[in-house]
């Protein structure tokens, strides 16, 4: 294993209510600002020096990513265009330019995405 696993990551919701889960050696994982067709992630910065940046990992299923985005050295991450209704799982792991490791992933986030509410109008008065 690498010593320079991503520190905590954080998902949080629209009403800032902490969904936390802990996995030994990756740290928390929570979600913010998640509104129906997105979810905003952030996490710590890891505390090895070497560190280059992240790479956020997301899909439909536990530990089965179909998704991967370099997010460079930055700490934080908006995913869009999520399907109302489907349950996203969202990891996060560091890695390093000059040898090309990348730490193992860091304990993973799910979140539903809700149905947005839709006003139907019948066109009687």
């Avoid at 520190?7 to 913010?32: D, E, F, K, Q």
């Avoid at 899909?59 to 908006?78: H, K, M, P, W």
């Avoid at 489907?86 to 000059?98: D, G």
């Amino acid at each position: 294993m690498n010593d320079y696993f991503p520190a905590p990551l954080h998902v949080l919701t629209g009403n800032s209510n902490r969904i936390a889960a802990w996995l030994l050696l990756s740290g928390l994982l929570s979600t913010t600002n998640c509104f129906a067709g997105q979810v905003s992630l952030r996490w710590d910065a890891s505390p090895s020096a070497v560190v280059s940046g992240y790479k956020v990992y997301y899909g439909l299923a536990s530990r089965n990513y179909t998704v991967s985005v370099d997010v460079g050295n930055t700490l934080q991450y908006t995913a869009t265009g999520l399907q109302p209704g489907l349950t996203y799982y969202f990891t996060v792991t560091a890695y390093i330019n000059s040898t090309g490791q990348e730490s193992g992933f860091s304990n993973e986030a799910i979140k539903t995405i809700e149905p947005s509410a839709i006003l139907l109008q019948d066109g009687f008065d």
